[in-house]
């Protein structure tokens, strides 16, 4: 499976943009960006995903380099409720794209 | 609500005594997995399934078992537990239509294993 690489952890003040880097050098043409986050006490949740394009979702936006070997997760305006673990995962197209692969992901503490 | 359920949300048992942690969705999702969480390992997969009546293992499936008799249940079974097993049990859910559709995931089970 291609591999992930997440900084252990981040800091923010709330209301201040977040950008949380992914690098995915060995990333193949056919596999989708993910992101998934995990809430203190919580199961994982869908954040958003990408292919090739830049995506906005209410959460959050994924910024795509051009050669698809780096992503960026951009939280516009952090608070509270997104501290969490951010974990950006490597999705194969079909059957093998099932099982979803999460590294140690970045946790984000916010500060007030 | 689209959810997916867990229970119980907390146990403690003891080495050896059967037990099943139970996993419902309301989506209508096709696949349907077990994962753990422990420290430093990340979450693991253990089972799965591609409908009813299809499973396989994941990649720490010894000590479990799995059914799925109805789309919406998938059950986790430790027939003996051991302290090994101690972690947080998470449950997931997709639709197979897209290759990209996201996972649901329960709220997890926290399991002890005296």
């Known amino acids: 499976d291609a591999k992930t690489t997440q900084p252990n952890s981040m800091e923010s003040n709330e209301e201040e943009p977040v950008h949380l880097p992914c690098n995915h050098s060995?990333?193949?043409?056919?596999?989708?960006i993910h992101w998934y986050r995990q809430l203190p006490s919580q199961g994982p949740e869908y954040v958003i995903h990408?292919?090739?394009s830049n995506v906005n979702n209410r959460m959050a936006s994924l910024a795509i380099a051009e050669d698809r070997k780096s992503s960026t997760l951009i939280l516009h305006r952090a608070t509270l409720r997104d501290a969490a673990v951010y974990y950006c995962i490597l999705r194969p197209p079909g059957t093998a794209g099932n099982k979803l692969t999460f590294g140690g992901g970045t946790r984000v503490l916010v500060k007030p | 609500e689209a959810q997916v359920t867990q229970n119980p949300r907390y146990l403690i048992t003891v080495t050896g005594k059967k037990l099943t942690v139970t996993c419902s969705q309301n989506m209508n999702h096709e696949y349907m997995s077990w994962y753990r969480q422990d420290p430093g390992l990340g979450l693991r997969q253990i089972y799965y399934s591609m409908n009813v009546e299809v499973t396989d293992k994941g990649d720490v499936p010894e000590g479990y078992k799995v059914s799925r008799k109805e789309k919406r249940n998938f059950p986790l079974i430790l027939e003996s537990p051991s302290p090994n097993q101690t972690s947080l049990y998470f449950c997931?859910?997709?639709?197979?239509?897209?290759?990209?559709?996201?996972?649901?995931f329960g709220p997890g089970t926290r399991l002890t294993v005296l």
């Open positions: 997931a859910s997709r639709a197979l239509a897209r290759s990209y559709n996201e996972q649901f």
């Open positions: 990408g292919l090739t």
């Open positions: 060995t990333i193949s043409g056919t596999d989708y």
